[in-house]
């Protein structure tokens, strides 16, 4: 077998990326130009000299399953730097950002690993005595001279915020006249929108970074996005859906994404008061009248809801601070269908070493209309 197997196998696995452009020169036994993500089920650890190694059970394209295995660094580095075999429990899952072997198509590097905790490690990672990864000095680089955005993020102080004001075309307020609590994606379990759910509930968010990909995978719902850096335009094909189709470029530090393609849905979606900006439904004279709004020119009560269309485009700008443990992004939503204007806002996450927890969402839908 040949190294196209082993990606070909991986990416029946899972959506995986392939970064061409070499970052680290191909030397030795592996091929360090190209990266894949793969996930599996572990099947043995040998924290052994000179190297350690993770084995694991993959499902192949055809259906059979391959054990692989993954080298990792020597064991008794691993040892002093706090990791165990307890860690690597057998049957549990394990994600590795690996590359390739290049005679082998069973055999990778591991260069970043993520357990069935949801703590991920780089391969030159230190655990404490809890098990949890003991924070390093930040690297804000790549090696490709691009702004190192990997790692866990999420919005340092969560908090309700107040709902800003959008301002509506007559199609976009006629969009949400009827709208009512029962509609909002959040009570089925449903995301809402690649620009609010990045920092709703504050949960963990985990970014992984090639030399070609961005994928954005959101503690809220486990919506996942990829963001393409190869300069490939949304295929003709392409079925409109809730991320959208993302393509980004760096503008010096500060990485710009587009994303157009998404299905209709809500920008701001219905959380109570009224069923809309023309609906009669809940008590508007028990809460303070709020600033007139699209639509409500005598400013009635009650929290705004907007819907976005099939033309809605989304620009984003992603920039590190200074010492890249904190990451801004600045949005604006353009909709020439139901948004008279602009809609523009801007957020903070930072960086953290709490692990990713997939959402367990409980769709209590039914419990809350009874």
């Known amino acids: 077998m040949r190294n196209s197997t082993i990606l070909g196998m ?15 020169g191909a030397s030795g036994q592996f091929d360090m130009s190209q990266t894949f993500e793969i996930t599996g089920t572990i099947t043995r650890i040998r924290l052994v000299n000179p190297h350690a190694y993770v084995y694991f059970d993959v499902t192949a394209d055809a259906g059979e399953v391959v054990n692989m295995r993954c080298e990792l660094s020597s064991g008794s580095l691993l040892r002093r730097s706090g990791w165990t075999e307890e860690m690597f429990e057998i049957g549990s899952e394990i994600t590795i950002n690996g590359s390739p072997d290049r005679d082998d198509d069973t055999t990778c590097h591991m260069n970043q690993i993520t357990f069935a905790s949801g703590i991920t490690a780089d391969r030159g990672a230190s655990f404490d005595e809890d098990g949890g990864v003991i924070a390093t000095e930040r690297q804000i680089e790549r090696e490709d001279g691009t702004p190192n955005l990997a790692g866990n993020w999420a919005l340092e102080n969560p908090q309700e915020r107040g709902r800003a004001t959008v301002t509506l075309t007559e199609a976009g307020q006629a969009a949400v006249a009827d709208a009512s609590p029962d509609q909002n994606p959040r009570f089925n379990c ?21 030399d070609t990909e961005i994928t954005l995978t959101y503690g809220f719902m486990d919506m996942v996005r990829t963001i393409h850096l190869d300069g490939n335009v949304m295929p003709e094909d392409f079925v409109p859906n809730r991320t959208g189709y993302s393509v980004g470029e760096w503008d010096g530090d500060t990485l710009v994404v587009m994303t157009i393609g ?36 005598e400013g009635r009560g009650g929290p705004q809801s907007a819907m976005n269309s099939l033309e809605l485009t989304l620009t984003e700008r992603f920039t590190l601070n200074e010492d890249g443990t904190v990451l801004r992004r600045e949005y604006v939503f353009v909709d020439p269908i139901y948004l008279e204007a602009p809609f523009e806002g801007s957020d903070e996450v930072t960086l953290t070493t709490d692990p990713y927890a ?7 839908t039914n419990e809350r209309k009874e």
Not at 197 to 206: A, E, P, Q
């Open 262 to 297: 998404f299905d209709e849905g809500w920008i701001m979606a219905p959380i109570g008061g009224r069923t809309g900006l023309n609906g009669d439904g809940g008590d508007a004279a028990a809460r303070p009248e709020q600033p007139g709004r699209a639509g409500s020119a």
């Open 10 to 24: 991986a990416a029946a696995v899972m959506a995986f990326p392939l970064a061409a452009v070499a970052h680290h």
């Open 190 to 210: 449903q995301a809402t929108n690649v620009a609010m759910d990045w920092v709703f509930n504050g949960m963990v968010n985990t970014i992984t970074q090639t």
């Open 358 to 364: 997939p959402y367990a969402c409980d769709d209590l």
